[in-house]
């Protein structure tokens, strides 16, 4: 051996190089990793844009009127052809041409004065849930003055509250 500057230059170029692919590595592997939280956002929106829907249609355009539109549906019994319209019209909004694709199941559900709590169907969007979709729940309380057909109880009738449900998923 002459000299043993080359093998410092190899040495060198080696650790160099071993420093490039680490930093590479890290930039690439950084870059898409994916925390539990962010699996959850779309879910997330879905949920506040029903709740959103829920609220708009519990809420009375006019005080002086005092009942809201979901009021008036979930008293009726023909609950199921004004609700949908109304409420796809709200979740399926979108900007631009098309309309968004999110199904939904309703149901109200009440408490007997014996303290049974029972669940009647709503309505629905036409299309059923098959458990591949992954799906969301939003509800909100709503004051009715209706009596519900399997509620034997004297204090079913007059005004009370019911919870208004809605299992939303995106089709």
């Not at 979740?91 to 098309?98: C, L, S």
């Not at 049974?116 to 979709?133: H, I, K, M, P, W």
């Not at 519900?148 to 007059?158: I, V, W």
Request: hydrophobic share 40%.
């Amino acid at each position: 051996m002459v000299n043993d500057r080359g093998q410092l230059y190899t040495i060198e170029g080696i650790a160099a190089g071993l420093i490039m692919l680490l930093t590479a590595f890290i930039v690439v592997n950084s870059t898409s990793v994916y925390t539990p939280g962010d699996t959850h956002i779309s879910d997330w929106q879905l949920e506040v844009l029903g709740g959103d829907a829920l609220n708009m249609m519990n809420t009375a355009p006019n005080i002086t009127i005092g009942k809201s539109p979901l009021q008036t549906i979930v008293e009726t019994d023909d609950a199921g052809k004004s609700f949908q319209p109304m409420f796809l019209s709200l979740i399926n909004n979108k900007t631009g041409p098309d309309r968004d694709h999110i199904q939904y199941m309703a149901n109200v559900t009440y408490r007997e004065s014996g303290g049974a709590v029972n669940s009647t169907f709503l309505s629905d969007s036409g299309r059923q849930l098959y458990g591949g979709e992954h799906a969301v729940r939003v509800s909100d309380w709503v004051i009715v003055e209706k009596r519900f057909p399997d509620c034997h109880f004297s204090s079913c009738s007059g005004k009370h509250a019911v919870l208004v449900e809605v299992l939303l998923w995106r089709d």
